[in-house]
């Protein structure tokens, strides 16, 4: 009885509390003062412009952007699943009788289903040992028919974005989506006629300069006026384009100062644009890929100047041998995640630098060149990060900003090797603030460390910070210079960019 009384006490207690804690809230909420209502001034209110078949019309074409997302975010191993590439591997029935994937009999079965192409293998039989292939064929068949059905509904309602989004869905489709010349070329004509857009124009310029998929016959005159449309408008590659014409001589006479214009023009956006970014520039896209070079040249593999000679080599080269026997890009990775997690630090350092760059395929010029689009996979920070810092660690266990050498662990030269262009990455990203909070105290830290052992992209960060004088405004050229010089004499693209620049502007 004692204890019911306790409890009943408590919980009076506890209400009142509640209460007085809501009505002292509420007076204090009564004592501010309310808010103005606002009232509209008559000589300023918005006259609702939006019309039902306006509204329509920005529904669908945002339902069909949704739709194109999803399309294009789908990765690799899935297109290859849809265009029957490669077959996924197996589940339903036989990964419930092999969960874990091991022994004789699921590695076969695994194997077979990776050589044997997907179009040979019936519905049915794809639905029992391909788990939820079948169903999400249609998904993402329903995804691609969907699209183009809004997007035909906002262009019917009049939206102007929709028909610069069908012609490029259609020169350029993502998965599912189904090339088509034709339409493409109609959708550009019917943008560039109705908001004179720069790229639609340079867009007609290409067509008409290349006859491309048979749309229009080649017409070099209408295809320069096109381009000198965009060009006039703004748009840097029909300024490029004008610049080579004028070079060539393609449809006018060859005016090499014409040319320099144009190229003057198409440089001096790059530039500012780049210059506007962090130390050392604004991130290079990935370089394009030509279509042809995915099927080795105009002229076919190993008959084509892109696929012979030292251009046999190239990175466009492997991915198009890579895809042609149906590997894809999570299966690079992988391979490269099984060596990583087995401790072995080459690996995990291309981790790193396929996850910094966004691309499996890098350039050779050093991590301000960029990489190759053809291996395109998404930048993630924080697992390029984590693998960076797993092999620094190794040489420093922990940090020290002051003394950035010191407790350094004694290892062998493979792995110090692999720290130090770490480390070379760990500086850059604090440079420049890439998946960090931007601190050039912390990335003179490991600037320093990785120099200490030659890494040439740990000199080229400590020669941006002494020239700059990014640390307490202390500008040092010699030191800088020094710095430069020894990354340039490792073939570090930017280094030597940087020489050139100091040498013009002083002599």
């Not at 020094?482 to 030597?496: I, K, R, S, V």
Request: one cysteine or more; charged letters at 20%; proline letters at 5%.
């Amino acid at each position: 009885m004692a204890r019911r009384r306790r409890q009943a006490l408590a919980r009076r207690i506890a209400f009142v509390s509640f209460f007085l804690v809501v009505t002292s809230s509420l007076a204090v909420f009564a004592q501010q003062p309310a808010p103005p209502i606002a009232t509209p001034d008559p000589l300023n209110v918005p006259v609702e412009t939006e019309t039902p078949e306006i509204a329509e019309a920005n529904k669908a074409y945002l339902k069909a952007l949704r739709a194109i997302r999803t399309l294009s975010s789908l990765s690799s191993s899935q297109v290859s699943a849809y265009y029957a590439d490669v077959h996924p591997q197996p589940s339903g029935l036989m990964m419930s009788l092999f969960p874990n994937e091991q022994g004789p009999i699921p590695k076969l079965v695994k194997l077979w289903y990776s050589l044997r192409p997907q179009n040979l293998i019936p519905d049915w039989l794809a639905r029992r040992f391909g788990g939820r292939l079948g169903r999400r064929r249609e998904e993402i068949r329903a995804y691609a028919s969907k699209a183009v059905e809004l997007l035909t509904l906002a262009i019917e309602r009049g939206h102007e974005d929709a028909l610069f989004t069908m012609a490029e869905v259609s020169l350029f489709p993502p998965p599912a989506m189904h090339l088509n010349v034709s339409r493409a070329f109609h959708y550009y004509f019917k943008h560039a006629e109705t908001t004179g857009n720069a790229t639609s124009q340079a867009m007609l310029g290409f067509f008409y300069a290349t006859g491309y998929g048979g749309a229009v016959e080649i017409d070099q005159s209408q295809a320069l006026l096109y381009y000198t449309f965009a060009a006039l408008g703004g748009f840097q590659r029909a300024e490029m384009v004008m610049g080579y014409r004028y070079w060539a001589g393609i449809g006018v006479n060859e005016d090499c100062m014409a040319a320099l214009g144009w190229y003057e023009n198409a440089a001096e956006k790059s530039m500012n644009y780049f210059m506007s970014g962090p130390p050392g520039g604004r991130t290079l896209p990935n370089s394009i890929t030509r279509l042809s070079d995915l099927d080795g040249g105009v002229y076919g593999p190993g008959a084509s100047v892109a696929s012979t000679g030292s251009n046999s080599g190239r990175s466009v080269m492997k991915a198009a041998s890579s895809r042609a026997a149906g590997e894809t890009w999570e299966d690079v990775l992988e391979y490269y995640h099984y060596h990583a997690e087995r401790g072995e630090v080459d690996f995990a350092y291309r981790l790193g630098k396929i996850y910094y760059h966004g691309s499996v395929y890098t350039a050779s010029g050093g991590a301000a060149s960029g990489a190759e689009g053809v291996g395109a996979i998404g930048r993630d920070f924080a697992r390029a990060r984590s693998y960076f810092v797993s092999i620094t660690r190794l040489v420093w266990p922990a940090n020290s900003i002051n003394f950035p050498l010191v407790n350094k662990k004694e290892v062998e030269e493979r792995i110090s090797t692999a720290a130090a262009m770490a480390a070379g990455y760990m500086g850059r990203m604090h440079l420049r603030g890439e998946g960090v909070k931007q601190d050039f105290m912390v990335a003179r830290m490991w600037f320093e460390r990785g120099a200490e052992y030659g890494d040439r992209e740990s000199q080229m960060g400590l020669g941006l910070i002494h020239r700059d004088g990014l640390i307490d405004g202390k500008i040092d050229l010699g030191k800088a210079m020094n710095y430069f010089t020894a990354a340039a004499g490792q073939d570090l693209a930017e280094a030597q960019v940087q020489l050139g620049k100091h040498y013009y502007a002083h002599n």
